[in-house]
C-alpha cells in the first residue's frame, strides 16, 4: 500500500503548474513580413521551429519534474508490502520510565534511559500518518497529557530531552494519564507504549492492574525492558524509632524495614546505625530475592561520646547499608522516641495551570505510603475548612499567597487545640498579609518585603542554633554552613520577641529559619524558585526537622506545667486572670477544654479557662498546678485512672444539674415541649416548622451547649444545632461532646471545596458528613451541630445514604465478591492493603473494609457466602484488635451511582449532558461506574436528586439556631461567592447544572 509519511505537504504539487504557466505566457506571435532575400531560406524553417519547439516542450517537462519530485522528498512517499496488515491510524501513548534507576548501566554498560530513548525514538519514526502521539515519563506531573502531535521533529525533540531523574517513578500514575489521553481521542485505535527496566519499586502491583484495565478496554499494550535483569538493588523502607530490649532482655535494639529489589539474593548486607559521627550499632543481614523484612539492630549508647545524655530526650540516628548500584535508598534518618508516623496536611497552589512542586511531600513520605514515619495529605486552602486536631498533627503552608478568613479561624483553632503549623513563604506568599494578620498571636515575627541576593551571587546560610531539634538530622556546628547550594532570595524578616528564636541565618543576620512553640517558619522557598535547596542534601533532614519541632512543641507535658493549646504566650498559671463567675461567662468550648488527661495517669487541669459546676453554683476550674479533681493522691502517689474517669463523668453531671436548677430551665424546657412536632424530612427549603420560634437571651458561649444538653436529658425529642460559622460549630460539638459523650454528637461540615470547582473534598469531610447522615436515621438519633454553611449546598436524599450502608454480623449470607463489588460501587477505593478510611481490599476469604466513623478498620472472614468472624485491626501492624459481633458499614462518599448497570444506563439517558466529547468521556466514566472528579457537581445530570440536608432531620426536631442574624449572613455571602465563581466554571465547563440544582438559595 502506498502512502506518505508526511501528508501535509501534499498540498504543493499545484506548483508544478507554474513552468507551463511561464511557458503559455512566453509565446509571442510575431508578424511576418516577407523579403525576397531570404525567400531561399523558407525550406529550412519547418524543420527548425520543429527543433525548437521540442527543445521547449523537453525544458518544460523538466522543470515540472523537478517542482513534484522536491514535494514528494518532502511528503516521503512509502511502500508497504502486500502481505503487510494494513491498519487505520491509532492514538499511541508512550509512557518512558525516568526514575532513579533507569541511571544504572545496563549489559552494555551504557545508561539505561539510553536504551530508552532510542526505543521511544523508534517508535516515532514507525508511525504513520493520521496517528496522535503523547509521551509521558514515570516522574512528570499528574496532568492531562497535552503534547498530543503528530509532528515527528517536535516528538523526536521531546524523546531525546528525556533523562533520569533523583525522583521515585510511578509507572501507575503514568499509565492513568495515557489511559485518559486514549480516552479523548477521536481514533479508534488505541496504543500505549510501556518502556522501562521494570524494577519492583516502580511496576508495582496497581500499574499491573492498570495495564490490565487498558487492554481489557481495547488497547493494545506493548511492554518493552531495556534490560533483561533488574538492578541489584537494596534498600531501607523504614525504620521503627521505638527502642526495645535485646535478646533475653540484655542491651537495646532498634527495626529496620530492608528489601532486596533484585533478582538474586543479597548475602550479608552490612547495616550500621550511627549517631553523629560515632558507630553506636548494626549487624549483618541476608535478604533473597524479592524479600523485605524487619531485621534487628542491637544498639550500644556507650559507643557515642554525650549519647547516654541524649537517649533520655530524642536520638537522632542515620542508619546505612552498603552502597549499590542506586545509592539513594540506602541510607535513611529517624529520631529516636520520636512518634511512629505524623500526619501532616499539606497545603499548595496550583498556578498558571502547573501542579504545585512535589519536594515537600517528597522529602517527608518519598515512598508515598507513609513509610517514612510521615503519613502526607496534601489539599489547597479550602482543606483548611475541614481541619482537626483529631486528623492531622501538623499543618505545612507552602508558598501560599493568604487564607480566607474561615480558613485562618480554622488554623487557629486547630493550633489551640495543639496542632503544629509549618509555614514556607515563597515569591508568591503575600508578606503583609503574613506579618499583620496570620503571624500576630501566632509567632513573634515581623515581615519587611524580600532580600534578593546580588546579580550572579547567592546567600550562604549557616547555623545558629546547631543543637536546635530542627537540625538534629545535620552535624552542624555554630557558624557552620547549613549546605552549599544556592540561596537567590528570602523574606525579609525579624524576630520582635524572646518568644521567637533564629535557628538558620545568612551570613548577614537575616532569619532563615525560625522557631516558635508549635510553629517553625521557613523564610525561603521549598520549591526551586529561589535557588536549588531542594536538590540538596540538607533539604530532607531540614524539611522534616522543621515538621518534628512544630509536632514536639504542640505535644502535652502536663508534668512541667505546660499543657497543649494552653493560655496566651507569656502568661503562668498564677498571673492569668481568673474568669468571671456565671452561664455567660463561660468562653465558648470552654466546658470541653477545661481539663485534660495526663498521659501518666495524672487528672491536671487545663491551661484553657473554664467552668466547674458543683451544688447549684458556678466556680472557676483551679489553676494549673493547684491539684486535681476527685480523691486526691497522697505526696508521689497519683490518683486511680478508673477513679479519675469516674470524676470527669460527674464533672459533667454536675454542670448539667447544676443548668436544670437554673431559674429559666424549667421554662425553657415547657416552651420546648409544648412546641408543635415538625413534619419529617421538611420541604427542600427545611422541615416545616411545627410551632412558633422560642427566643432565648442572656446565653453566651458554651452556657448554650450546656443548656441544650440539659434539655436533650430531659425532653424526648430530637435537636439540632445551626451554628454561624465554623469555628462556633466545633465549639458546639466540643461542649456537647464532653456533657453527653461523644456517640451523641454528630457534625455535619461543610464540602471543603471551591464552588463548581473538580476538587475533592478531604477525607475526614466526607467521614463526618457521611456518618452524621447515616446515623441520623437511626431510631435514637444524636444531636446534629451544623454550620451555617452546609445549608446552602444541597445534599442526596437520606434514603440513598441509608439503602447503600451494609449491616454485617456473623451469620450473614453475602458472597465475598458480592460484597467487594457494593463496596466499591459504595465509592471505595479497592486497593492491596487498606491504610486508609474509603478503601476496601480482598484476599481469597477475607476482605477488609475501612469506612467512616470506624475507629479501626474491619476484617471480614467469610467461609463460602457466609461471614464466618469479624475483627478489628491495627492499620500499621495489620494485628487484631478486637473481635467484635456486628459492624454496619457506611458508604465512603455522598453521591452514589445505582449499582445496577441498567439503571446508570436509564439515568444517563435521561440526563442533561450534552453530546461533546466531554460528555462522552462522562457517560463512558459513568457506565464504568468510575467516581471521577468533579462527579459531584453532575449528580442532577445522573438522575440523583438533591435537597437540603435539613432533610435528614428526623420529625419533630427542635432546632436551636445561634445567632440567626449571623446565620442568614453567613448564607448570603456563600451565595455571592457562589454567583463571582459560576461564569468561569461554566466556560471551562459548559455542561454544569443550574445553580437552583445544586445551591439552596438563602
Same mark, same amino acid.
Given at each position: ?127 504513520? &500518518? ?248 496534601? &489539599? ?623
Amino acid at each position: 500500500m502506498f502512502s506518505f509519511l508526511n501528508p501535509g505537504f501534499l498540498w504543493a504539487p499545484p506548483l508544478a503548474g507554474i513552468p507551463i504557466l511561464i511557458h503559455f505566457l512566453s509565446k509571442r506571435r510575431l508578424p511576418e513580413i516577407r523579403f525576397p532575400t531570404v525567400m531561399f531560406l523558407r525550406a529550412l524553417e519547418p524543420r527548425e521551429i520543429r527543433r525548437l519547439r521540442l527543445r521547449e516542450i523537453l525544458l518544460l517537462i523538466l522543470r515540472t519534474l523537478a517542482i513534484l519530485l522536491l514535494v514528494c522528498a518532502f511528503a516521503r512517499p512509502s511502500v508497504q508490502p502486500k502481505d503487510a496488515a494494513a491498519r487505520a491510524a491509532a492514538a499511541v501513548a508512550v509512557v518512558i520510565d525516568d526514575s532513579e534507576s533507569m541511571g544504572a548501566m545496563d549489559e552494555q554498560g551504557r545508561p539505561r534511559i539510553e536504551g530508552a530513548r532510542e526505543r521511544g525514538l523508534a517508535i516515532v519514526d514507525a508511525a504513520r &500518518g493520521g496517528d496522535e502521539i503523547a509521551i509521558t515519563t514515570t516522574t512528570g506531573p499528574d496532568a492531562p497529557l497535552a503534547n498530543r502531535s503528530g509532528d515527528r521533529v517536535r516528538l523526536t525533540r521531546t524523546v531525546r530531552q528525556i533523562s533520569a531523574t533523583w525522583l521515585p517513578g510511578n509507572v501507575e500514575q503514568a499509565l492513568e494519564r495515557a489511559r485518559r489521553f486514549l480516552g479523548r481521542s477521536s481514533l479508534r485505535a488505541h496504543e500505549v507504549y510501556v518502556i522501562s527496566d521494570f524494577q519492583a519499586t516502580n511496576f508495582t502491583k496497581g500499574a499491573r492492574e492498570k495495564v490490565a484495565l487498558l487492554s481489557r478496554a481495547g488497547a493494545r499494550v506493548v511492554l518493552l525492558p531495556v534490560v533483561s535483569s533488574r538492578v541489584p538493588n537494596h534498600a531501607i523502607e523504614d525504620l521503627d524509632p521505638a527502642l526495645r530490649a535485646g535478646p533475653q532482655g540484655k542491651g537495646l535494639e532498634m527495626r529496620a524495614r530492608l528489601v532486596n529489589h533484585a533478582d538474586a539474593p543479597s548475602e550479608r548486607l552490612s547495616v550500621r546505625a550511627r549517631l553523629g559521627d560515632a558507630l553506636i550499632g548494626g549487624g549483618d543481614v541476608t535478604l533473597q530475592a524479592d524479600e523485605s523484612r524487619w531485621a534487628s539492630l542491637p544498639i550500644d549508647w556507650r559507643a557515642g561520646a554525650g549519647a547516654a545524655a541524649e537517649i533520655k530526650g530524642k536520638a537522632p540516628v542515620v542508619v546505612e547499608s552498603d552502597v549499590d548500584a542506586l545509592a539513594g535508598d540506602d541510607r535513611r534518618f529517624a529520631v529516636l522516641g520520636a512518634p511512629r508516623r505524623l500526619r501532616v496536611l499539606r497545603i499548595v497552589e496550583s498556578r498558571a495551570g502547573e501542579p504545585a512542586s512535589r519536594f515537600t511531600a517528597l522529602a517527608l513520605d518519598p515512598a508515598q505510603d507513609g513509610s517514612g514515619g510521615y503519613v502526607v495529605e496534601t &489539599g489547597t486552602p479550602a482543606s483548611l475548612l475541614g481541619l482537626g486536631r483529631s486528623r492531622y498533627d501538623v499543618v505545612l503552608l507552602e508558598d501560599i499567597a493568604s487564607l480566607s478568613s474561615d480558613a485562618e479561624g480554622r488554623l487557629r483553632s486547630f493550633l489551640r487545640e495543639g496542632g503544629g503549623l509549618v509555614i514556607g513563604l515563597g515569591p508568591h506568599a503575600d508578606l503583609d498579609y503574613y506579618g499583620h494578620k496570620l503571624f500576630p498571636g501566632v509567632v513573634d515575627l515581623a515581615l519587611e518585603g524580600t532580600e534578593r541576593a546580588s546579580e550572579g551571587q547567592a546567600f550562604e546560610i549557616r547555623a545558629r542554633a546547631p543543637a536546635h531539634p530542627i537540625l538534629e538530622g545535620l552535624s552542624l556546628a555554630v557558624g557552620s554552613p547549613l549546605t552549599q547550594s544556592r540561596l537567590t532570595a528570602v523574606s525579609k524578616g525579624r524576630i520582635t520577641s524572646s518568644r521567637a528564636e533564629a535557628i538558620v541565618t545568612t551570613t548577614g543576620g537575616l532569619p532563615v529559619v525560625v522557631a516558635a512553640q508549635q510553629v517553625s517558619i521557613f523564610l525561603g522557598s521549598f520549591s526551586d524558585d529561589w535557588g536549588d535547596l531542594p536538590y540538596s542534601g540538607a533539604f530532607v533532614p531540614l524539611v522534616r526537622g522543621l515538621v518534628d519541632h512544630a509536632a514536639r512543641a504542640a505535644s502535652l507535658d502536663l508534668r512541667g506545667g505546660r499543657a497543649r493549646g494552653g493560655g496566651r504566650r507569656g502568661e503562668s498559671g498564677s498571673d492569668r486572670k481568673r474568669p468571671e463567675t456565671g452561664l455567660d461567662g463561660i468562653p465558648a468550648g470552654g466546658i470541653a477544654r477545661s481539663a485534660a488527661f495526663d498521659p501518666h495517669g495524672a487528672f491536671a487541669p487545663h491551661a484553657s479557662s473554664g467552668h466547674a459546676a458543683g451544688a447549684g453554683a458556678l466556680a472557676p476550674l483551679p489553676r494549673p498546678g493547684g491539684g486535681c479533681f476527685g480523691r486526691r493522691a497522697g505526696p508521689g502517689q497519683r490518683p486511680h485512672r478508673s477513679a479519675l474517669i469516674r470524676t470527669a463523668d460527674s464533672l459533667a453531671e454536675q454542670l448539667l444539674r447544676g443548668a436544670e436548677r437554673h431559674p429559666g430551665f424549667e421554662a425553657l424546657k415547657a416552651r420546648v415541649e409544648d412546641a408543635g412536632a415538625a413534619p419529617g424530612g421538611g420541604s427542600r427549603s427545611g422541615p416545616a416548622a411545627g410551632g412558633a420560634p422560642v427566643p432565648i437571651r442572656g446565653v453566651a458561649g458554651s452556657a448554650g451547649a450546656l443548656f441544650l444538653a440539659a434539655l436533650a436529658r430531659s425532653v424526648k425529642r430530637p435537636f439540632a444545632v445551626i451554628a454561624p460559622d465554623l469555628d462556633r460549630a466545633e465549639a458546639w460539638r466540643d461542649d456537647l461532646e464532653f456533657l453527653l459523650g461523644p456517640d451523641r454528637v454528630v457534625y455535619l461540615p461543610p464540602h471543603d471545596v471551591v464552588p463548581w470547582s473538580s476538587q475533592v473534598a478531604t477525607g475526614p469531610v466526607r467521614d463526618y458528613r457521611v456518618t452524621a447522615m447515616l446515623r441520623l436515621g437511626d431510631p435514637d438519633p444524636p444531636i446534629v451541630v451544623i454550620p451555617a454553611v452546609s445549608l446552602y449546598r444541597l445534599a442526596p436524599a437520606p434514603g440513598t445514604i441509608r439503602s447503600r450502608a451494609v449491616s454485617l454480623q456473623r451469620g450473614t449470607e453475602i458472597a465475598p465478591e458480592i460484597l467487594a463489588h457494593r463496596m466499591v460501587m459504595a465509592g471505595y477505593r479497592s486497593v492491596g492493603e487498606v491504610g486508609e478510611v474509603g478503601e476496601v481490599s480482598r484476599r481469597g476469604g477475607l476482605l477488609d473494609v475501612f469506612g467512616p466513623g470506624m475507629h479501626y478498620p474491619v476484617r471480614i472472614e467469610f467461609d463460602g457466602d457466609q461471614v464466618a468472624s469479624l475483627r478489628t485491626f491495627d492499620v500499621s501492624t495489620q494485628r487484631s484488635v478486637a473481635a467484635i459481633d456486628r459492624t454496619r458499614i457506611a458508604p465512603a462518599r455522598e453521591i452514589l451511582f445505582p449499582e445496577d448497570l441498567d439503571a446508570r444506563l436509564r439515568a444517563l439517558d435521561r440526563g442533561g449532558l450534552s453530546g461533546d466529547l466531554e460528555g462522552a468521556r462522562v457517560r463512558e466514566l459513568v457506565r464504568e461506574g468510575v467516581y471521577f472528579e468533579g462527579v459531584d457537581w453532575l449528580a442532577p445530570h445522573l438522575g440523583i436528586g438533591l435537597g437540603s440536608v435539613l432533610q435528614y432531620l428526623p420529625a419533630g426536631t427542635a432546632i436551636w439556631v445561634d445567632e440567626p442574624e449571623a446565620v442568614g449572613r453567613e448564607l448570603e455571602s456563600a451565595e455571592r461567592e457562589s454567583e463571582r465563581i459560576e461564569p468561569d466554571a461554566r466556560e471551562r465547563s459548559p455542561h454544569l447544572p443550574g445553580r437552583e440544582e445544586l445551591f439552596d438559595p438563602p
